[in-house]
């Protein structure tokens, strides 16, 4: 079976996450550190080619109103760039909440330091996009 690649883009960081082969449950991979549209969305390209992904979900970063949120532009021409580079379409998924729900996860239940959190956020708010997508496809 394919996978699903799950993406939470950001200015400094992007959180990648992986979908299991059947496509239930999501696995945070990495945090990239951005280095630029055309590096960063080379190297994700790259490991969706080895990864066997046949859909990317990058979050959409949407006000709680519902509204664009500042940087839904740049959200945007990166999916356009890796769907170009790849030749698989980029879905948006709602983020809202996303990094709030790690932040409360890793301070409430985890009791991790903000340095250490800075280094796993990304991949986890990822993770817990790409999982309300599976979920969201399953009911």
């Given amino acids: ?3 699903i690649i ?4 950001g200015y400094k960081r992007i959180g990648i996450a992986l979908s299991d082969p059947l496509g239930y449950t999501a696995q945070p991979i ?8 055309n590096k960063d969305t080379d190297e994700i390209a790259a490991l969706i080619a080895a990864s066997s992904v046949t859909k990317i979900v990058i979050g959409l970063p949407l006000n709680m109103d519902g509204t664009d949120g500042n940087i839904m532009e740049d959200v945007k021409a990166f999916g356009a ?9 980029a879905e948006y998924y709602d983020e809202r909440l996303s990094t709030a729900m ?5 301070t ?3 009791d991790i330091s ?7 956020r990304d991949k986890l708010s990822a993770c817990i996009i790409l999982q309300s ?3 969201s496809k399953s009911l």
Wanted: avoid cysteine; hydrophobic fraction near 30%; aromatic fraction near 4%.
């Fill in 1 to 3: 079976m394919d996978r």
């Fill in 6 to 9: 799950g993406i939470d883009y």
């Fill in 30 to 37: 990495k945090v990239i550190e951005s280095k630029g549209l």
């Fill in 81 to 89: 760039r890796l769907t170009e580079k790849t030749g698989i379409p």
């Fill in 102 to 106: 790690v932040d409360k996860m890793l």
């Fill in 108 to 110: 409430d239940e985890a």
């Fill in 114 to 120: 903000r340095e250490k959190r800075k280094k796993v």
């Fill in 133 to 135: 997508y599976l979920d």
